[in-house]
């Protein structure tokens, strides 16, 4: 028997979006430094833990679509490739580069590869705190959705 509150259910689904929305923006404020994507993936980590206090674990999984491993495994590759990048070109790991391409209806445009590297932070995060919320609810079933 599942009792869930109405009440959370509708202010998730209000919340959820953007919270993921406000993630990616916490992401991309910290683009020209890092720091941003550690924030972002607890922002985002929080929008899924908050679906699955409504909506129940499955749910919560269904609407990931991606195990947290992947996630973690991704995360850790972006993050990890951010510094073999400049490793590669003859810099020591971890140093910033940049791209500058034109875009046509945006113009100049700025790519550093420190966006890389919050995107794989931001995975790990979210990655490891729903493999722990996920753990929970499989070690313990039933404690999210009675």
Do not use: C
Not at 25 to 33: A, K, Q, V
Not at 41 to 57: E, W
Not at 95 to 100: F, I, K, Q, V, Y
């Amino acid at each position: 028997m599942m009792l869930y509150s109405l009440i959370l259910r509708v202010a998730a689904r209000l919340l959820v979006p953007l919270l993921l929305l406000f993630s990616v923006f916490m992401m991309l404020r910290g683009h020209n430094l890092p720091g941003g994507g550690f924030v972002g993936g607890l922002v985002a980590a929080s929008a899924f833990v908050l679906y699955a206090l409504a909506a129940g674990v499955q749910q919560a999984r269904e609407v990931l679509r991606v195990e947290p491993h992947t996630l973690l495994g991704v995360g850790l590759a972006l993050a990890y490739g951010a510094g073999v990048l400049a490793l590669v070109l003859g810099k020591p790991f971890l140093t910033g580069l940049w791209l500058h391409p034109h875009l046509p209806l945006i113009g100049d445009f700025h790519l550093g590869s420190a966006l890389l590297f919050d995107l794989g932070v931001m995975l790990v995060v979210v990655g490891t705190v729903l493999l722990m919320v996920f753990s929970v609810e499989d070690r313990l079933p039933g404690l999210v959705e009675e």
